[in-house]
């Protein structure tokens, strides 16, 4: 270790909000049990927090249910659905500074990336998906004889959505907004690591005017909570971002309980391309950001760095020099690039591939160890002369550890790119449209960058081929997804 941190700034606010919400009220769990949730910048406590388990998960989902089948939302007017999702937008925009507290402090990302991109982009799903509320609509189509056929669009019901802790409010937006725009009721289940901002946000929908039962908000673990929305026979439909291990259980509680239909978003180890004729400062500094950016914590990171054999050298050299100017620090300090990674445990898992990478005869560059001597900062990381089969080249590390690969040819890339079970996104870099092309059709992905990473608008389709997932979220693809189609044939 080297470099100390500073002390840790303290945080602003009080937390308020640590009970389940159930039923438009915040109550304590069943049991009466409760865990703690931990700063990263130190790995003390922050809260203790109700923790729920499968009596609340039922107390949650009947709750849900009567909200649809009886309550008010689904019946109300789409327009209305839409003002409340309007009102909400605004309400957590005008609280977007203790919300974006409550996510670093519980998460460790940087204060300024909450406050200044995700709680915007999480207001603008929110307003994107209010907008399509009274805009969901089916079709007519002709038939063979004499009948009209139209198709109805309709909610499924009750939505159990299951989020990580990597970015607990943006994806509680592609959730949440497209499954309530559509007129179902949510059961959402946050990560462990992560409950505090859900808590804070969803009681101000309840301002907002959402009415009771309609979004009901568990903390609690994975085997317990988890697992019983997942085997729930009351729940219609299933929202899961999280690892492909956990995946795998959740499709297979999903298929063994009541066949609901599953939306995974899942891991990845996304390429990024770098070929001969890509403008290479502008390669760097993108590659750069598309690992680092929230600790390398990000299902999309481009976590494979290929580099044609030509600039390679010079790549390396310049990705380098990048990295030792990362700015790491207490993640609520103005400037502060990279904050501590989110638990012991990930942080263990990560320096281990660091070990392996260097064991196995990667080159380090520069990082590789601990930053400071509390909690979990990590060095930016660089290897070069990685080689395919190395575990820093085949896993998701999660963590800031930039693998640099070098190619001859595009075929070679192509099929290097492909030779992994992930499908989730991949960048390219390359001033020629032929290459860009070739290389688009070629990739077995949901998400193609091409000089450009990690840009997501609310109206772009995000989600992963192979191992990576099923199906899409955010866009119409997104609200598609929480809607059931009804044909109805009548005789003209
Ligand atoms: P995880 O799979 O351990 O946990 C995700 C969520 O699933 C948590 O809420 C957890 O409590 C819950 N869970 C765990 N076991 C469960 C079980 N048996 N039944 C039901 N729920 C269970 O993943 P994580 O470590 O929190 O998150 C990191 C992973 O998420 C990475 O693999 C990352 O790639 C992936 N991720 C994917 C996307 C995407 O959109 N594709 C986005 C962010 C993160």
Known sequence: TSAAIDEPIKPSIQIDHTQLLINGKFVNSASGKTFPTYDPRT??????????????????????????????????????????????????????????????????????????????????????????????HGLTMPADREYHVQTLHEPYGVTGLIIPWNFPLLLYSWK????????????????????????????LFHEAGLPPGVLNV???????????????????????????????????????????????????????????????????????????????????????????????????????????????GDPFKKGTEQGPQIDNAQFQKILKYIRSG???????????????????????????????????????????????????DLDEVIQRANATSYGLAAGVFTQSLETANTLTRALRVGTVWINCYDIFDAAIPFGGFKMSGHGREKGIYGLSSYLQIKAVVSPL
């Open 43 to 136: 790995g003390e406590e922050i809260a203790h927090v109700a923790e729920g388990d499968a009596e609340d998960i039922d107390r949650a989902v009947a709750a849900a249910r009567k909200a649809f089948d009886e309550g008010p939302w689904p019946k109300m007017t789409a327009y209305e659905r839409s003002r409340i999702m309007l009102r909400f937008a605004d309400l957590l925009e005008k609280h977007t500074e203790e919300v974006a507290t409550l996510e670093t402090w519980d998460n460790g990302k940087p204060y300024e990336q909450a406050a200044n991109i995700e709680i915007p982009k999480v207001v603008r799903m929110f307003r994107y998906y209010a907008g399509w509320a009274d805009k969901i």
């Open 176 to 203: 949440v907004g497209p499954a309530l725009a559509c007129g179902n009721t949510v059961v959402l289940k946050t990560s462990e690591q992560t409950p505090l901002s859900a808590l804070y946000v969803s009681k």
């Open 218 to 328: 568990i903390s609690g673990f994975g085997p317990t909570a988890g697992a019983a929305l997942c085997s729930h026979m009351n729940v219609d439909k299933l929202s899961f971002t999280g690892s492909s291990a956990t995946g795998k259980v959740v499709l297979g509680m999903a298929s063994s309980s009541n066949l609901k239909p599953v939306t995974l978003e899942l891991g990845g180890k996304s390429p990024f391309i770098v070929c001969k004729d890509a403008d290479v400062d502008k390669a760097v500094d993108l590659a750069h950001f598309a690992l680092f950016f929230n600790q390398g914590q990000c299902c999309c990171a481009g976590s494979r760095t290929f580099v044609h054999e030509s600039v390679y050298d010079e790549f390396v050299e310049k990705a380098k020099a990048r990295a030792l100017k990362r700015a790491v």
């Open 358 to 408: 260097i064991e196995g005869g990667a080159t380090l560059e520069t990082g590789g160890e601990q930053l400071g001597s509390t909690g979990y900062y990590i060095k930016p990381t660089v290897f070069s002369n990685v080689k395919d089969d190395m575990l820093i080249a085949t896993d998701e590390i999660f963590g800031p550890v930039q693998s640099i690969l070098k190619f001859k």
